[in-house]
């Protein structure tokens, strides 16, 4: 099992910036991607960005790409997403997940996750 857990959520005028954090703890070196994915209130969960925990190659959703960057801290189980340039429509709960046996390609949906935190609010006001 692997436990994920979120901090950096808050609330944040339209143009700032957040930096959300994720630290995996348990049987961490089965993973090997992580990611973070975004849920508004009545929406679907959708994916936002995924880094390859070996190598760090990465991969993010259109709708973020040259705003948010993701990283990852081998050494200290952590993957980070920096946020910049919020707007409105990027508010959600954001969750950190981590796959296990997902070579070749990084997973870009939900199923492709096997442990997901419990979730931290990000609010962009306008």
């Known amino acids: 099992q692997v436990q994920l857990v979120e901090s950096g959520g808050g609330s944040v005028q339209a143009g700032g910036s957040l930096r959300l954090s994720c630290v995996a703890s348990?049987?961490?070196?089965?993973?090997?991607?992580m990611g973070w994915f975004r849920q508004a209130p009545g929406k679907e969960r959708k994916f936002v960005a995924t880094?390859?925990?070996?190598?760090?190659?990465?991969f993010y959703a259109d709708s973020v790409k040259g705003r948010f960057t993701i990283s990852r801290d081998n050494a200290k189980n952590t993957v980070s997403l920096q946020m910049n340039s919020l707007k409105p429509e990027d508010t959600a709960v954001y969750y950190c997940?981590?796959?296990?046996?997902?070579?070749?390609?990084?997973?870009?949906?939900?199923?492709?996750?096997?442990?997901w935190g419990q979730g931290t609010q990000v609010t962009v006001s306008s």
């Open positions: 880094i390859r925990w070996s190598g760090g190659s990465t």
């Open positions: 348990g049987r961490t070196p089965s993973m090997d991607a």
């Open positions: 997940a981590a796959g296990e046996r997902t070579l070749p390609l990084l997973p870009l949906g939900v199923q492709g996750y096997d442990y």
